[in-house]
Structure formats: C-alpha cells, structure tokens
C-alpha cells in the first residue's frame, strides 16, 4: 500500500476531476488530496463557484479519496510529504515539469489529463442556460 497525493481546486467537480483522482488513487492505494483554498485560490488566479468547505466536503465525499487537506500556498508540498509519508506525488500532465523538485522526496507522476471538459468549460454552458 503507498500513499498517494496530489492537488488542486476541483470547483464544480466533473469527470475530468474523478477520473484523475481515481487514477491516483489506483497508484498507490490510499489517496491524501490537498483542496486549494479560497484565499490561495486568488493567488491562483481562480475564482471558484463552491467555496473552499463545499468542494473539500464533495472531494471527500469521493469513494477513491481517503483524507482531504487544505492547500494554503505554493510550498505546503514538501512539508506534506513528510508530515503525511507520501510515497507518490501525482497530477495532470498541464503541470508536466513543474513539480520536478519533488522527486528529491517521493516519486512524481504527471498523468494525462481528460479531453474536452473543464471547470471553465462548464461555467461557459451555465452561463448560456
Ligand atoms: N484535470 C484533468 N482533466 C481535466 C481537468 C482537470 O485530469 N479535464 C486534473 C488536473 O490536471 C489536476 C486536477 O484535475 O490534476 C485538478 O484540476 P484543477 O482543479 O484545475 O486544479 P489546478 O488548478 O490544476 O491546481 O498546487 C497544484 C494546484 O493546486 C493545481
């Protein structure tokens, strides 16, 4: 059994979202998710439709995901690592290289990322409805 963990906002969840984590989560067999913030959200650039409770209350609600944590910026990642005894380090391959420092501390994957549908896709059609 390894620890798995990876990142990210997950507003208005969908497929794209689940298939990543259940792929994760098939890695290792147990899945740690760090929910961005609402605060590091705006550092990120995003504003999501759920607040920061919703969407850790919905990732955690998932069959394939074992805890949720709070992701508050961009260098809890190490820290986690130890704190939580990751074994693998995961996330979709738009962050392909970025997170390469890691693998001083536990293996790193960039998986693929599902095709055509995003957060900013489904605003898009809401907002036509
Ligand atoms: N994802 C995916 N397929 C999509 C959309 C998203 O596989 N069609 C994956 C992303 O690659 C990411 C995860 O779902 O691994 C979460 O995506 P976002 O909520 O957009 O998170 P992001 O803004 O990438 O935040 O420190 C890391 C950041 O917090 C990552």
Not at 51 to 56: F, I
Not at 67 to 74: F, K, L, S, T
């Amino acid at each position: 059994m390894k620890t798995v963990i990876t990142y990210g906002t997950f507003d208005l969840l969908h497929v794209g979202h689940v298939n990543m984590l259940e792929r994760l989560a098939d890695l290792g067999g147990k899945l740690i998710v760090g929910v961005s913030t609402d605060e590091f959200n705006l550092l990120k650039g995003k504003h999501s439709v759920y607040s920061y409770a919703e969407r850790a209350k919905i990732v955690s609600a998932l069959r394939c995901v074992d805890q949720v944590i709070a992701e508050h910026d961009w260098q809890q990642k190490k820290k986690d690592i130890e704190q939580y005894q990751i074994d693998i380090f995961g996330i979709g391959a738009d962050w392909q290289g970025k997170f390469d420092e890691l693998s001083a501390n536990c293996e790193v994957v960039y998986l693929p990322r599902t095709p055509s549908i995003s957060t900013t896709d489904l605003k898009k059609a809401l907002s036509k409805i």
